[in-house]
Nanobody, 115 residues
Framework: QVQLVESGGGLVQPGGSLRLSCAASEISFSIYTMGWYRQTPGKERELVATITGGGTANYADSAKGRFTISRDNAKKTVYLQMNSLKPEDTAAYYC?????????WGQGTQVTVSS
């Protein structure tokens, strides 16, 4: 079973940048569609971005132009580069791995955007 470990969260000022990483244990990492989602207390988890094994990316409107999702299949890692961060980006960020009906989630990493 694939296991996912996120890292890279933290406190950043508005306008700043962070890069999140999600390392997978699955040796067949390249066939998974990977995604980043975020959640704030009392709200549903929402899509940020996804990337297929072939590198096709999809973004939520809130992420377009500011966030970039990428993956390194050799390192079995997916990244989320977040620029021009806003206070409303504050959330717990989760990565997931999707293959058919199988969906696995990481434990999440907190991002706080505040001055």
């Amino acid at each position: 079973q694939v296991q996912l470990v996120e890292s890279g969260g933290g406190l950043v000022q508005p306008g700043g940048s962070l890069r999140l990483s999600c390392a997978a244990s699955e040796i067949s990492f390249s066939i998974y569609t990977m995604g980043w989602y975020r959640q704030t207390p009392g709200k549903e988890r929402e899509l940020v971005a996804t990337i297929t094994g072939g590198g096709t990316a999809n973004y939520a409107d809130s992420a377009k132009g500011r966030f970039t999702i990428s993956r390194d299949n050799a390192k079995k890692t997916v990244y989320l580069q977040m620029n021009s961060l806003k206070p409303e980006d504050t959330a717990a960020y989760y990565c997931n791995a999707v293959l058919g009906r199988s969906i696995k989630w990481g434990q999440g990493t907190q991002v706080t955007v505040s001055s």
